[in-house]
């Protein structure tokens, strides 16, 4: 059997409320709304969730960052605290991040229902600006919800017109811990931010206690907000995932969520027929040996 401890590492894999802040402003973002796991069957009482700081000024930047427990309740953290370096952030190059997974420890009397707030504080080493963001977590009963891959969605945002719009794609794995299984389950997909989303919705088909659904999960996130130049902020926000608690066949309760961060492309450069991102004598080349062709 494996110790409390090492379950807690292998948790704390990392999964996604608004907009990010203007230009210019060094950033944080907490995984929204994440499941605890207080019900049988659940080894340890545990949420993974994800820390993301970006560098969103010029130049090199070293963040010192701790988690915060608002809710009074006794949540804990692993790692509670620690140091992170984005990158460099040169003048004309998409915003650096760097995603931190962690896991929250719930208490053991975390009542059925309830949601506990906590929230990071981050701190510029060198200038002590302190900026921080926040989150929550809540138990489930019936249903649980894991993404795969990697904790947080990227998603191309274009730079100017002449880019096509992109999209990144997630994926679920919904186990049965609870429910019958008899009737399967209807979840919606409820984008936060400049985000959408297709398809709304994902039906999962009848699987009996215990048992886990992929196939056909699938999801894909877009960006719809305003374009942003590639020294702004990047765009933050979450995929909401709801459940129908009341029979009414309208999903209305949140039961976890997956961090999406719009991921600035680098504007284009005129030129460069090649594509290496530098337009020189291979690029004249190109247009010389194709000059005077007819193109239909």
């Given at each position: ?215 056909d999960s699938f999801f894909d996130v877009f960006y719809v907000g305003a374009r942003r130049g590639v020294d702004a902020s990047p765009p933050m926000g979450d995929i909401l995932f709801k459940i129908d608690t009341d029979g009414d066949n309208v999903p209305d309760t949140v039961i976890g969520s997956q961090t999406v961060r719009g991921v600035l492309q680098p504007a284009p450069c005129p030129g ?25």
């Open positions: 059997m494996k110790s409390i401890s090492a379950l807690l590492v292998a948790g704390a894999i990392g999964a996604a409320a608004t907009a990010g802040p203007p230009a210019g402003e060094n950033t944080c973002h907490l995984t929204w709304d994440k499941q605890c796991c207080p019900v049988p069957g659940c080894n340890v009482s545990i949420a993974p969730g994800v820390l993301t700081i970006c560098n969103t000024k010029p130049g090199g930047a070293e963040f010192m960052w701790e988690l915060i427990d608002d809710s009074g309740m006794g949540l804990q953290f692993l790692p509670s605290s620690g140091f992170a370096a984005p990158g460099n952030n040169p003048t004309g190059i998409p915003t650096p991040c760097i995603d931190i997974p962690f896991t929250v420890i719930c208490p053991p009397n975390f009542p059925l229902g309830s949601v506990a707030d906590y929230s990071a504080r981050v701190t510029k080493v060198g200038t002590n600006e302190t900026f921080g963001c926040s989150g929550n977590v809540r138990n489930f009963t019936e249903w649980k919800i894991d993404p795969v891959g990697d904790p947080v969605i990227d998603v191309p945002v274009a730079s100017d017109a002449t880019q096509k719009a992109g999209a990144g794609r997630g994926q679920l794995v919904v186990s049965n811990i609870g429910s019958s299984g008899k009737d399967g389950v209807r979840f919606s997909i409820e984008p936060m931010g400049d985000f959408g989303v297709s398809p709304s919705e994902l039906v999962i088909p009848p699987i009996p206690p215990g048992t886990s659904y992929s196939i460069d027929i090649n594509n290496d991102g530098v337009v020189d004598t291979a690029d004249l080349g190109i247009l010389i040996g194709a000059f005077g062709t007819m193109c239909f």
